[in-house]
């Protein structure tokens, strides 16, 4: 159909002797892979009807390479860099939630979450649950809101929404046949990616409505009363920012250092606000204290490592990672190293790329 046939093969080998114990071929090109410890699962956005479909395809890894079953759903599994977080296993069920475009000007959205498990006589998929539905008909996000971040944690997923404002849910999955919209919360800006500090504190990493990077932690103790316990932009020293983690979560870096206390490193950049609009990107550090007690919890930082267009030939563009070690800090862009003590950030050195 496509022109292009494509076969992806699945070769499951052992760590130890290098000997393949098993291959699987999929005639399918295939788009997304989620793995677990019991189950690999690959998945395909498909065209075929002139509207968006995912195509999951599941295959046991415990033993072998079975083949267990497929499902088709409406929609596509869209979230750039992050969109494998809009799909999860726990005890034996999928998570997934797509997004359907729409001929409706007044909502031309829809966001849908379904759990399924494998049959137990055919090799198939089955749809054990959708949201919304008949029963529980209101929608994931208000009319013409996209779907950014998305994560599952446990028995839960927080989804956020956005076009205006930025709407946190809260599903309540501890009932897989019967998922439910648990609470919710609106504030400014949006969150592209969600990070679990604590069973108690969710972290949102996003935009301010002022179009600035920010990050945003929530109070989750109660599932139906989410509450913000405080945004922070990064920072209002720029006209305009983002954060390369808010769809590469590589560039992001969290340690939990010990119970009282983690620390987390988060790249940004953007442009001066002092109107030389010089391009610049900035790691900013950060203690977060007391993570696991939302009355207590506090966020310190000792500032910031700094890359300019001015610092010489150096790159700005290549991939950010940053490395935490005991008190050092070491930040890849490209080939370009920037090294400091946690405490004195300004003081990093720069090592340029070899000639």
Known sequence: AYGHPTITSMIRLNAE??????????MEPVDGIY??????????TLYETGVEETLIHQFNMADDASYAG?????????????RDYR??????????????????????????????????DAPELEVVAQLPNESRPEELGKPNEDL????????????????????LYVLDLSDPADPRIAGSLEIPGFSNFLHPVSDRILMGLGQTDTDLAKIEFFDISDIERPASLGALALDDSLIYSYSPAEWDRRAFTYWRRGESEHRMTIPVEGYLADGSWQYLTRLY????NDPSDPSL????????????????????WGEKRAILHEDAVFWTIGQTVLSSLWDTPKNAIISPPPP
């Open 17 to 26: 002797s290098g000997i393949v114990e098993d291959a699987v071929c999929l």
């Open 35 to 44: 793995l677990t410890t019991d189950a690999l699962y690959l998945t395909q």
């Open 70 to 82: 497929s499902a088709r759903l409406a929609g596509g599994l869209f979230l750039y860099g992050n």
């Open 87 to 120: 799909i999860n296993a726990r005890s034996g069920y999928l998570r997934a939630i797509t997004t359907s475009w729409q001929d409706d000007g007044e909502d031309r959205l829809d966001h849908t979450l379904y759990v399924l498990k494998p049959k137990s």
């Open 148 to 167: 950014y971040g998305v994560r599952f944690i446990s028995d839960r997923a927080y989804l956020v929404t956005f076009e205006r404002i930025d709407p």
């Open 285 to 288: 550090l950060f203690e977060l």
């Open 297 to 316: 919890f506090s966020l310190t930082s000792p500032g910031f490592l700094t890359l300019t267009e001015a610092d010489s030939d150096l790159g700005l």
